[in-house]
């Protein structure tokens, strides 16, 4: 009798036992049409406004990411705000000082345009024959000049010895003219204005930085919001893999980057 209610007593324990832990397994099984859900759900939160999931999760680290996102987006707009101050003061200089002789009709053009009157303090002429035929401008000092020059280097068999005018290497080489060097309307000249020259380079070179870390602080937005939305979905995921809330810390310093899980028991 001893040893049947012993074993009744052990079948009874194991039951109960595989009983429970059912009960367990299916209490913490999410159903699969319910769980992918909720496991995106802080990922895209933090993917859309860095820091969102993790302060869904109540998580303080999501603080960090959200400051981190307005101070990216801050920096970006002065930056943008600075880029756009400097572009708009040397086109002011370009059009009231160095192009204001040749009587300019419209304003703004090219960046290239803008960066060879940086580089060159005259456009020289386009034509400098008065007469009905065409001649190119000589002096290399100029644009123009320097386009001439460079045509010459390209197709003429000595550039320092005319060929007859209605050969082909001639005519190529005033195409080539034709096709890059500065006409009338957008001519200029910074001669007798070296001040506001130097003006227009410091200006050109404020727009230039402050373009380029502009654009960096889209690189760095960008990396806030993936690394915010992955965080939150490592968190996710552990904690619906552990049963219990998990969360993930990330910590980059001088020379040193570190990651570590929490799982409390």
């Not at 010459?152 to 320092?160: A, E, G, I, Y």
Request: with cysteine; glycine share 6%.
């Amino acid at each position: 009798m001893k040893g049947r209610a012993a074993r009744a007593a052990c079948a009874a324990l194991l039951t109960a036992v595989q009983l429970a832990a059912q009960r367990r397994a299916s209490s913490s099984v999410v159903p699969d049409s319910v769980q992918p859900a909720s496991l995106w759900v802080r990922p895209l939160a933090s993917l859309l406004v860095p820091g969102t999931g993790q302060l869904m999760a109540h998580q303080d680290r999501g603080a960090v990411y959200l400051a981190a996102e307005i101070y990216l987006l801050a920096s970006f707009v002065q930056l943008d705000h600075e880029a756009t101050q400097q572009a708009t003061r040397f086109q002011a200089l370009a059009f009231n000082v160095a192009r204001a002789p040749y009587l300019p009709e419209k304003k703004d053009t090219v960046f290239e345009y803008y960066e060879q009157m940086e580089r060159f303090p005259e456009s020289g002429f386009y034509d400098g024959d008065p007469g009905p035929a065409f001649a190119p401008e000589l002096d290399p000092g100029t644009y123009n000049g320097s386009v001439w020059l460079l045509a010459r280097r390209t197709f003429w068999p000595d550039p320092n010895v005319q060929p007859d005018p209605m050969s082909q290497p001639y005519i190529n080489a005033l195409t080539f003219y034709w096709n890059h060097a500065i006409g009338p309307g957008y001519q200029w000249s910074w001669r007798d204005h070296s001040l506001e020259h130097e003006e227009y380079r410091a200006a050109i070179r404020r727009s230039d930085n402050a373009y380029r870390s502009a654009q960096n602080q889209i690189g760095l937005l960008l990396a806030n919001h993936v690394l915010s939305a992955v965080d939150a979905l490592i968190s996710a995921r552990l904690a619906a893999a552990a049963g219990r809330p998990a969360e993930m810390h990330s910590m980059v310093g001088w020379g040193r980057a570190q990651v570590s899980i929490t799982l409390p028991f």
